[in-house]
């Protein structure tokens, strides 16, 4: 019965008073005027469709951050179910949304035009955009995040000083940003990968991803956070396992999964050549 009363004062703690909470507001807020004003102006339900994807995600990221997970991210495997948040479902989201088009459509006529110089292809912008969103980039830049924040070091710090904290949570998600640009195909940014070429990007991102899971899974002393208070009261060492568990089987079932559609989708497009010919 006491965990029943736990359980439900848990889903009732969101950090709506919080300097982030009004942040993420806003930009929710930005993204919603903005994708109408684009959807009323092409009268589209393709895009009705791509409104609602990132709406998702920035309904995610509140969850992340603002809800429960965000207010008893002390307890490790709740702080693991808050990276995979971030890192694995948010940025593809906001990716296969109006992420970018809301943003513009947001501001005035005249700056709208006013930016076209900017982000025209042959602009620095491009250029350097083109360079942060490949995959080598993206891939090492994801790889580099996962690997340092898990170390003991950082990621106590990051339990001890807000502002590492805040550090670790943005590294997550312009590292998640950058690694599913290139899996999603946007049109922006660098040159689009072959379906094969995306599958292969995926096997290669799941070794290291294992690895740190498994090396939290199978440890034999507690790595992180030794005086943190957990959620539950449940033992330290059994948090850490849990988290890592979580890191391992949910984090890498979404790569499973995109796996399967990549490869079903270009199975599809192989057979579709073959019938054409």
């Not at 948040?85 to 006013?114: T, Y």
């Not at 996962?146 to 001890?160: S, V």
């Not at 988290?243 to 079903?264: A, E």
Request: aromatic residues 16%.
């Amino acid at each position: 019965m006491t965990n029943e009363i736990l359980i439900k004062d848990v889903l009732l703690e969101w950090n709506i008073n919080s300097t982030l909470f009004y942040l993420i507001s806003l930009a929710t807020s930005i993204y919603i005027i903005g994708s109408f004003r684009l959807i009323k102006k092409s009268n589209s339900s393709i895009l009705f469709n791509s409104f609602i994807r990132g709406l998702i995600g920035y309904l995610v990221l509140f969850l992340a951050l603002i809800g429960p997970f965000g207010t008893f991210e002390e307890t490790f495997w709740i702080h693991m179910v808050q990276h995979l948040l971030i890192i694995m479902i948010v940025p593809p989201l906001l990716l296969s949304g109006l992420f970018f088009s809301a943003n513009l459509w947001f501001l005035p006529r005249v700056i709208r035009l006013g930016l076209a110089d900017f982000v025209r292809p042959t602009s620095y912008f491009r250029k350097l955009l083109s360079k942060v969103t490949s995959p080598k980039f993206g891939m090492v830049f994801y790889i580099f995040c996962i690997w340092t924040w898990h170390l003991p070091i950082f990621f106590n710090y990051a339990l001890d000083l807000d502002f590492v904290h805040v550090l670790e949570h943005i590294s997550f998600m312009v590292s998640g940003i950058l690694f599913w640009w290139p899996i999603m195909g946007l049109n922006i940014g660098a040159k689009k990968l072959s379906l094969p070429i995306r599958i292969v990007y995926l096997l290669i991102a799941v070794t290291p991803t294992v690895v740190v899971a498994a090396l939290i899974t199978l440890a034999d002393g507690i790595l992180y956070g030794e005086n943190s208070p957990r959620l539950f009261g449940i033992d330290a060492l059994l948090d850490q396992r849990i988290g890592g568990l979580i890191m391992w089987i949910p984090g890498n079932t979404v790569f499973l999964i995109t796996l399967t559609i990549l490869f079903f989708k270009w199975s599809y497009n192989q057979n579709e050549r073959k019938y054409k010919d």
